[in-house]
């Protein structure tokens, strides 16, 4: 396919807002059950929302971009019942909104306590985040089955997919997590900063396991099965035009093998070689510094990281798009 | 329930791309606006086109056949492209199965394309819309036309008669027939999209002769009388008196 931008933003943006929720959440569950002593303040939970909802937005801000009729696009959330891409539309904004309440109830300090069980306080800040999470979970299984429900692209197909979106976006957002415990509150950089390196690995582990998945894949339709004849000898001598359409534009990178596969080993080291090392020399002697660039060099990892996803969807249309005579 | 499509010979069809051009003409001259083309007479022409001729050769040299293989959306009967669509502008009637666009729904967003394996569907630039054959929705059921020109204008265009258009679903129909009848076939069954239109397959016109057909066994008036030993009364002696 040809990677579009807009959604490699949009995706790459709500993936790491959704894991930056996530990782404010497990630290105030992780506090509530007492298996920390490390309270995050007010200001970090709001500080925290506020960067979350930050990215949220600019993700949708990059999917209007991709719409051909943004004015329309309330339009979208009519087909939930069958479209992964319509469930999306609506629970995106439900996620912000529920995102934008967590931060609220934090900032403005309205920690009314809503049900005591034994010695665990549970306040209203606390329901507001379950709520949140199970959205946010929603969001990036809409969102990866947008890819993996498309059969015949048979590198998307997979349950791998929706699970580097989790995964991939997770990690993201507790490295972002880690490097605002670094500005505003030090002594949560090992909790955050110990998450994140047990998520880069499980996200290693999969997308590798995709990797290695997609490129034994062999495609199921052929020039055979596109024209219906039986041959072994077809070539495609004319596509019917000598201009360019959508189907000559849309569904193919045009870039070569040795591209593509430069993109992918830059992926692997931006994405996980450096943020790790950052991270573990984070836990040692942490440093706003060190975490920026663990931070940085994720996000741009994972900008290379979409491109290559989507670069990669091999779509059965190009079959009959190969020739100009 | 009717499901009209289209069943395409290829052993009929010469390439001639008169139902692209016709389609073309058609259908950017409908209510729905023009269907937009960016310099067509320039450098990189580009535009929006609902049927597409290509061209194949199969075998190798010099045992090669050239096969001219037309394609448009084939009104899948379990259209993939269909549920994915966000907005509802995709869809298939009830009535006659054809899959449409409803270009005052549609946001541009492309997922249906990414859905579709046949690339079928071509966004508008223009309008921004997506696009895609209608099968002449609005001169099938045109009561202004004389009815034999109800059909699609591939299939008025067509000179060879490659094109036939008819409902599937009814098994006496002149295209179920054809399916029946010369080994209709779909394009890419393995993704279960059950596509309505149909192909028939190239055929070699065979005749085969025996010998008994080019030399006649009963030969009454003698004539040709090469194979019968006319010293022998033969049965044909005794009756032609
Ligand atoms: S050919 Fe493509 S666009 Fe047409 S109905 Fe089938 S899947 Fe949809
Ligand atoms: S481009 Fe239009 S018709 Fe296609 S999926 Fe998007 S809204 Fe539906």
Redesign the pocket.
């Known amino acids: 396919m040809q990677p579009a931008f807009s959604v490699i933003f949009l995706t790459t943006l709500i993936g790491m807002g959704q894991g930056l929720f996530l990782a404010l959440y497990t630290g105030q569950v992780y506090f509530v059950l007492n298996v920390v002593d490390k309270v995050s303040t007010d200001t970090f939970y709001s500080i925290g929302s506020a960067a979350s909802l930050g990215l949220l937005i600019l993700g949708l801000v990059a999917s209007v971009f991709h719409?051909?009729?943004p004015e329309?696009a309330w339009?979208?959330a009519a087909?939930w019942r069958t479209?992964w891409?319509s469930r999306e539309v609506i629970i995106l904004p439900t996620v912000m909104g529920l995102i934008f309440l967590y931060g609220l109830v934090h900032y403005m300090g309205w920690n009314l306590t809503v049900l005591t069980i034994g010695a665990v306080v549970i306040d209203l800040s606390l329901l507001i985040g379950l709520v949140a999470t199970l959205a946010v979970f929603s969001l990036y299984i809409a969102t990866g089955m947008i890819y993996a429900c498309l059969k015949f692209l048979q590198e998307w197909h997979s349950p791998l997919t929706v699970i580097n979106y989790i995964l991939l976006g997770a990690v993201s957002g507790f490295t972002l997590a880690t490097l605002i415990a670094a500005y505003n509150q030090p002594e949560l950089i090992p909790f955050f900063a110990g998450w994140s390196i047990v998520l880069l690995v499980l996200a290693f582990i999969f997308r590798g396991a995709s990797l290695i998945r997609n490129k034994r894949l062999r495609p199921k339709s052929t020039i055979q099965t596109a024209i219906g004849i039986r041959h072994n000898q077809i070539k495609q001598k004319a596509m019917g035009f000598m201009g360019g359409s959508m189907n000559t534009r849309d569904f193919f990178h045009g870039k070569t093998a040795f591209f593509l596969r430069s993109i992918k080993s830059l992926f692997i080291i931006l994405v996980f070689a450096i943020p790790l090392i950052m991270l573990i020399i984070a836990l040692l002697k942490p440093s706003v510094m060190i975490l920026a660039i663990a931070t940085v060099s994720m996000y741009l990892g994972l900008l290379a990281e979409r491109w290559y996803f989507f670069a990669e969807g091999n779509h059965p249309q190009n079959i009959y798009y190969q020739a100009i005579a | 329930m009717t499901q009209l499509a289209l069943v395409i010979d290829l052993n009929v069809c010469v390439g001639c791309h008169a139902c692209v051009t016709n389609c073309k003409e058609w259908n950017t001259s409908g209510s729905a606006g023009a269907l937009s083309d960016d310099n067509p007479y320039g450098k990189d022409p580009t535009g929006t086109f609902f049927n597409r001729v290509q061209t194949y050769e199969v075998g190798q040299f010099p045992k090669t056949e050239t096969v001219h293989f037309p394609k448009s959306c084939l009104h899948c009967e379990d259209p993939p492209?269909v549920p994915?669509?966000?907005?509802?502008?995709?869809y298939k009637r009830e009535e006659d199965g054809i899959v449409l666009?409803?270009y005052d729904?549609?946001?541009?967003?492309?997922?249906?394309?990414w859905?579709c394996p046949y690339g079928a569907?071509e966004?508008d630039e223009h309008q921004k819309?997506?696009k895609k054959c209608t099968l002449c929705v609005d001169r099938i059921y045109d009561e202004n036309l004389p009815e034999a020109e109800r059909q699609p204008a591939c299939v008025l265009a067509c000179p060879t008669t490659a094109r036939v258009f008819g409902d599937v679903h009814d098994p006496d129909s002149e295209v179920s027939v054809a399916i029946r009848e010369q080994g209709g076939y779909q394009l890419m069954p393995e993704w279960g999209t059950k596509p309505s239109n149909h192909y028939l397959p190239r055929r070699k016109n065979h005749v085969s002769y025996k010998k008994d057909e080019l030399e006649r066994v009963d030969n009454p008036l003698k004539k040709e009388d090469y194979q019968v030993d006319a010293s022998e009364p033969s049965l044909d002696d005794v009756t032609s008196w």
């Open positions: 719409l051909g009729r329309r339009r979208a087909m479209s891409l | 492209c994915v669509c966000p907005t509802g502008a995709s666009v409803d729904k549609c946001i541009g967003c492309r997922y249906c394309s859905a569907r966004i819309v997506m």
